[in-house]
T-cell receptor, first 112, second 115 residues
Framework: NAGVTQTPKFRILKIGQSMTLQCTQD?????MYWYRQDPGMGLKLIYY???????DKGEVPNGYNVSRSTTEDFPLRLELAAPSQTSVYFC???????????FGSGTRLTVV | DQQVKQNSPSLSVQEGRISILNCDYT??????FLWYKKYPAEGPTFLIS?????DKNEDGRFTVFLNKSAKHLSLHIVPSQPGDSAVYFC??????????????FGKGTLLTVNP
């Protein structure tokens, strides 16, 4: 059982470039989330989804976009990378309450 | 405005002693609280939780205490082991409004257990 798989693990982007962070879960969870963690800070919710075809903004959505075409996949898109988006990104999924959160191992993104 | 606060960025304890990690919250709608543990280069993993209808929940060496009047919870680890060295995040959610699946996290506390 793979759980939540994130790719890539590391990436360096130049300012203005775009990329997609991939996230896949195999637990048939309805809820999926994208968080970012900046040094010395907690996890901030970027976007979340309550099911295929349904997404909504979290605390810090600016500069990001998401889609949820299937239950399994929840990619996060950065269109015009900025240095402020340098962070570690975590994807997570849950069946319902927070106790069921399963996190991926994270993507460390650096924008230079 | 930070709704979940972990005011101690770090804590160092000796192996075998008790570790106490603290968390305060400001949102009175929060009714379910969780602790997550995170090792370097890994995602957070769920450790223990507590509902607001309880004041204590125990799971092996880990116990969480909730003081609703003070809006304060704490995680006790007894005895502490070197493998417990990690960042611990406090998180909270509310079951009102149908958004109980969204968690609010604190900044985390780095626990170091010295052999």
């Amino acid at each position: 059982n793979a759980g939540v798989t994130q790719t890539p693990k590391f990436r360096i982007l130049k300012i203005g470039q775009s990329m997609t962070l991939q996230c896949t879960q195999d637990m048939n969870h309805n809820y999926m989330y994208w968080y970012r963690q900046d040094p010395g800070m907690g996890l901030k919710l970027i976007y979340y989804s309550v099911g295929a075809g349904i997404t909504d903004k979290g605390e810090v959505p600016n500069g990001y976009n998401v889609s949820r075409s299937t239950t399994e996949d929840f990619p996060l898109r950065l269109e015009l990378a900025a240095p402020s988006q340098t962070s570690v990104y975590f994807c997570a999924s849950s069946r319902d309450t927070g106790a069921g959160y399963t996190f991926g191992s994270g993507t460390r993104l650096t924008v230079v | 405005d930070q709704q979940v606060k972990q005011n101690s960025p770090s804590l160092s304890v000796q192996e075998g002693r008790i570790s106490i990690l603290n968390c305060d919250y400001t949102n009175s709608m929060f009714d379910y609280f969780l602790w997550y543990k995170k090792y370097p280069a890994e995602g957070p993993t769920f450790l223990i939780s507590i509902s607001s209808i309880k004041d204590k929940n125990e799971d092996g060496r880990f116990t969480v205490f909730l003081n609703k009047s003070a809006k304060h919870l704490s995680l006790h680890i007894v005895p502490s082991q070197p493998g417990d060295s990690a960042v611990y995040f406090c998180a909270a959610t509310s079951h009102s409004g149908g958004s109980n699946y969204k968690l609010t996290f604190g900044k985390g506390t780095l626990l170091t257990v010295n052999p």
